[in-house]
């Protein structure tokens, strides 16, 4: 099976930046695609971006196009997830997640989850 674990979560002030890894182990990369969701507090889960599998492409949530930009090296088992010019909306706990192939907006569609890592950007 597919195990995930982010890591790289932390304080930060606003207009900071932070790199959020997902870390596979249990099966190879290769064939999964990578969804970023957070969950702010009182607020439902939402997809922040994701890279497929096949093609390589990449998807944003538009409130982080410009400013979070995904990747992944499957020679070391991680995605990334660059976030810079952070703002305190951005504030929740960033989850990882993986299903075969292409990417989908919907929790349901994955398969693989981690435990997320908390980001909080604040002053």
């Known amino acids: 099976q597919l195990q995930l674990v982010e890591s790289g979560g932390g304080l930060v002030q606003p207009g900071g930046s932070l790199r959020l890894s997902c870390a596979a182990s249990?099966?190879?990369?290769?064939?999964?695609?990578i969804a970023w969701f957070r969950q702010a507090p009182g607020k439902e889960r939402e997809g922040v971006s994701c890279?497929?599998?096949?093609?390589?492409?990449?998807n944003y949530a538009d409130s982080v196009k410009g400013r979070f930009t995904i990747s992944r090296d499957n020679a070391k088992h991680t995605v990334y997830l660059q976030m810079n010019s952070l703002k305190p909306e951005d504030t929740a706990v960033y989850y990882c997640a993986a299903r075969l192939s292409y990417c989908s907006g919907y929790m349901a569609g994955y398969d693989y989850w981690g435990q997320g890592t908390q980001v909080t950007v604040s002053s």
């Open positions: 890279v497929n599998s096949i093609g390589g492409t990449t």
């Open positions: 249990g099966l190879t990369l290769d064939y999964y695609a």
